[in-house]
């Protein structure tokens, strides 16, 4: 008989892994605003996402609401823990799509919109991570109810991976403008990119150095024999797909850069999945253990089922459409 459970897990994994893809470089571009000041250079980097910013965040929303059909316990948890990182994130990413459009249509008050996408770029990114870390390093419950405090949230931990999240975006964000810009705007990428995957590897290594540390749960899971066999390539990977980036970087290549940086996101990812394995909240209430009903994940499931397919076919139909260069002088955007 099939785990519903366990398919649902699959989903919502799914979904926030191409969350994180998707809506990552296209944060990062924000991100990226403040070391190109031109406004000519802002509008191609901009229209490089135009027509697809909107349609990345279609997984966020089906995350959230995957997590609240199919594990109501963990959504009321989770979110009561993070109420604010999550409302303030929220805020940002609706004023960040406000100023994506406004700047568009402005003419003497485009330095403004252009300052709040920065900001709505940077605040949602960050906040990502801090709900990131503060998830990572647990939530206390009792009887399945949180028994924390507003606050909890709020660590060195969870902050150091709010500017994490920011590195990792920011660093796909430039991938993906070696990939779909040319000429002056690309060469500067080139240049940029080398010190963006420094940097995340920096990062990498420190919360797999941390977390391990301060979670005696997560150094079983990773330390011990089988485990260790298994779980071993990961790190090398890690160096292996940097090193891979830095040399496509070097030679000029267009893809590898962002495609390298993808596998990135792809291992640090599953990283965080062998960690919490199979806790939804952890460090203590298993997936199964939150589960809704199984007649209501059979019958959520059959949404999802329909639901998937079309988001994944109007996604990729968008990028195919868009799969051109954007340059300087293009009609871009209106």
């Not at 430039?174 to 500067?188: H, S, Y």
């Not at 199979?278 to 994940?297: L, N």
């Amino acid at each position: 008989m099939m785990d519903l459970s366990l398919l649902w897990i699959g989903i919502i994994a799914f979904a926030v892994l191409m969350y994180v893809v998707l809506d990552g470089f296209d944060l990062g571009i924000g991100i990226l605003f403040p070391f190109f000041p031109e406004q000519a250079e802002r509008d191609v980097m901009m229209n490089t996402v135009a027509p697809i910013w909107d349609g990345n965040e279609t997984w966020m929303v089906l995350g959230g609401a995957s997590l609240f059909a199919a594990f109501p316990l963990a959504y009321a948890t989770v979110l009561s823990a993070l109420y604010l990182p999550v409302i303030l994130m929220v805020i940002a990413l609706i004023f960040r799509g406000v100023a994506f459009e406004f700047r568009f249509k402005a003419n003497s008050s485009k330095h403004w919109w252009d300052k709040a996408f920065i900001g709505g770029s940077v605040l949602s990114s960050f906040l990502q991570g801090v709900i990131l870390g503060a998830y990572i390093q647990g939530i206390r419950t009792e009887q399945g109810v949180y028994a924390g405090h507003g606050l909890d949230w709020l660590t060195p931990f969870s902050l150091f991976t709010g500017a994490g999240v920011v590195m990792l975006y920011a660093t796909l964000g430039c991938g993906w403008l070696i990939f779909k810009t040319d000429q002056a705007l690309q060469q500067r990428m080139y240049r940029l990119m080398p010190k963006m995957l420094i940097g995340l590897l920096i990062v990498l290594a420190a919360v797999s150095i941390y977390t391990p540390i301060t979670q005696p749960h997560i150094a079983e899971r990773w330390f011990n024999l089988p485990q260790l066999l298994y779980f071993s390539p990961v790190p090398i990977l890690v160096l292996t797909f940097t090193y891979l980036a830095l040399k496509a970087c070097r030679q000029r290549q267009q893809f590898r850069p962002f495609l390298y940086t993808l596998a990135l996101v792809f291992l640090a990812y599953s990283g965080f999945l062998i960690s919490l394995w199979p806790y939804i909240i952890p460090p203590s209430v298993s997936f199964w253990q939150a589960a809704a009903p199984e007649s209501s994940q059979r019958f959520t499931l059959i949404g999802a089922l329909v639901l998937i397919p079309i988001i994944l076919g109007y996604s990729a139909m968008s990028y195919w459409i868009f799969r051109h260069k954007v340059r300087v002088g293009d009609d871009g955007y209106h």
